[in-house]
């Protein structure tokens, strides 16, 4: 009898397993919401939260964080960061529209109204300057009296974060010289001389400027008169709008 009660007892699992399984368990639970918390996504976690609430593993105890909490700052963190996209996009435009105002005082104020024309648009403002004014005929060397314009345009600027696109354009009678074998060359060695003299006059990122030359290629008027072929001979300057997208 006592050698057949010896063998019943040494039947199945030591005691000790169980309290070793319960330990194991609920170390295992413990990464497991550590795993989960590391990335916090509030519907996962709302899911998470509830399942431990609804069910016997952790013996109807409630989560160790409170959810509310937890929600309440994700939701926080998001709002002030559309907030303040908001306010970057309305603080841009309003730069933009000062700039814009004070570009049309200066030309007011300076009699420049004829040769510099300023507006704004979805790009952004945009500042088209006739060639008497920077240059003389079939150059590219920026003249003195180009001068005080550009360095209140350069002034304006080191306020400013925007990027800078300046484009030169030509009318269609064709030119040939050893500088500047057609219009192209032309057009794109104006449009850096702006660059390059705004940026002798001012401390800017040069990385913030572009320059296109496109020649007779986007002509404002027909090239059949001699006002409308001096209209075409511009150079724009677009500051441009971070928001806009083409």
């Known amino acids: 009898m006592r050698r057949r009660r010896q063998e019943e007892e040494e039947k199945g699992s030591p005691r000790w397993m169980t309290t070793f399984s319960d330990m194991i368990l609920l170390v295992l639970v413990f990464f497991v919401m550590l795993f989960s918390m590391s990335v916090v996504d509030a519907q996962k976690f709302r899911s998470l939260a509830e ?19 937890q929600l309440d700052e994700s939701s926080a963190t998001e709002s002030e960061e559309k ?24 030309l007011g104020d300076n009699d420049l109204d004829e040769v510099i024309t300023a507006r704004q648009e979805e790009r952004g403002v945009v500042l088209t300057l006739q060639e008497r004014l920077l ?7 920026i003249i003195e009296d ?10 304006l600027l080191t306020s400013l974060p925007n990027e800078v696109t300046v484009e030169g354009h030509t009318d269609n009678r064709p030119i040939s010289t050893y500088r500047y074998p057609s219009n192209w060359e032309l057009s794109g060695a104006r449009a ?8 002798q006059e001012n401390e800017l990122d040069d990385e913030r400027f572009l320059a ?3 020649g007779d290629t986007r002509p404002v008027a027909p090239n059949d008169t001699p006002e409308n072929l001096q209209e075409n001979r511009r150079v724009v ?6 928001s806009y997208e083409e």
């Open 83 to 106: 907030i303040e996209g908001v306010e970057d996009e309305e603080a841009e435009g309003y730069n933009l529209e000062s700039l814009l105002e004070e570009v049309e005082q200066y």
């Open 146 to 155: 180009a001068a005080p314009f550009l360095k209140k345009v350069g002034t």
């Open 237 to 242: 300057i677009i500051i441009s709008d971070p």
């Open 135 to 141: 240059f003389e005929t079939g150059e590219a060397d």
């Open 192 to 199: 850096s001389s702006v660059i390059r003299h705004i940026l």
């Open 212 to 214: 296109i030359g496109y």
């Open 51 to 69: 399942s431990f609430q609804q069910n016997d593993i952790l013996d109807h105890q409630s989560s160790i964080i409170d959810l509310n909490d």
